[in-house]
């Protein structure tokens, strides 16, 4: 349930601080990094087409994903403006400077090297040259995530003072709330399945993780910070408690979702019964 609760706030960061399309940004700005013509950079010409255009939000909107495709339609159309002749060779030719002082120039000289003036070839090769630069973005994005979502584990799991190890003591110790955490786990299992009632239920990522809080308490955990561990032992206890806990939270909740699926399935399932008509005895002669 905070696996949940972290991955609602960190996909809400993501949305709020607009990181998807940032880092789409970077790697555009890479990849069409230099000038389409004098006093013209070849960057701002792409984003004020009018295919990007149309993948953006508002006016002043950046799109957080575009078809490599469109890149691709929307390169070709820049260089083949730029020609008199209406030829992609005569575009990237007529573009300003060299391989070493225009970086898109020296890319596309060498796609065209590679495709002459076919308009279908030239596409495909741009499309894939993104798509590899879109590979390294993807990196970037998962590092940065991964970062955000352990910082967000952090402090979930100090706030609440949600210690692993002493969880797993009042589990084995108190059969109640063994029973009532099934039951919880179940419950939560048949009403994910139903995606628009959990959205009903739950719709805000403070919401997901003020539900983690309230059933936990509710099974009959004591979460918060209600008095500091005493002496060096309850101490390395703790700190290993709160460290497993900030890493389980941190692999975010469909991971969870999934193995609490296969633990219910298992559970439900049960052992297989007998074969009708056999019996543990011999028969009688």
């Not at 101490?235 to 939270?249: E, N, P, R, S």
């Amino acid at each position: 349930m905070f696996g949940i609760a972290c991955t609602a706030i960190v996909e809400a960061i993501s949305a709020w601080t607009r990181i998807r399309s940032q880092n789409l940004d970077v790697a555009l700005s890479e990849f069409l990094s230099g000038d389409l013509s004098q006093n013209q950079q070849f960057i701002t010409q792409f984003f004020e087409h009018p295919l990007i255009q149309s993948l953006s939000k508002g006016n002043q909107g950046r799109p957080s994903y575009i078809p490599p495709d469109i890149v691709a339609q929307v390169v070709e159309a820049l260089v083949v403006s730029k020609s008199a002749m209406a030829t992609l060779s005569a575009g990237v030719n007529a573009m300003p400077g060299n391989a070493k002082n225009n970086r898109i120039k020296g890319i596309l000289e060498t796609v065209v090297a590679q495709t002459g003036n076919n308009a279908a070839t030239f596409r495909n090769a741009v499309a894939k040259q993104f798509d590899a630069v879109m590979d390294r973005a993807s990196g970037w994005y998962k590092r940065k995530m991964q970062t955000i979502t352990l910082i967000v584990a952090t402090v979930l799991v100090l706030g609440g003072n949600i210690d692993t190890l002493n969880l797993a003591t009042v589990l084995a110790s108190n059969p109640d709330v063994r029973e009532k955490m099934v039951a919880i786990a179940q419950q939560e299992v048949n009403e994910a399945k139903n995606q628009a009632q959990d959205k009903e239920r739950i719709a805000t990522a403070k919401g997901k993780y003020n539900h983690a809080i309230a059933v936990m308490q509710s099974a009959g955990f004591e979460l918060g910070w209600k008095g500091w561990p005493q002496g060096g032992a309850e101490w390395l206890a703790k700190v290993v408690g709160l460290l497993v806990t900030i890493f389980a939270v941190s692999l975010g909740g469909p991971f969870w979702f999934d193995i609490l699926q296969r633990v219910m399935q298992v559970r439900s399932t049960g052992p297989k019964p007998a074969a009708p008509g056999k019996s543990d005895s011999p028969k009688s002669k």
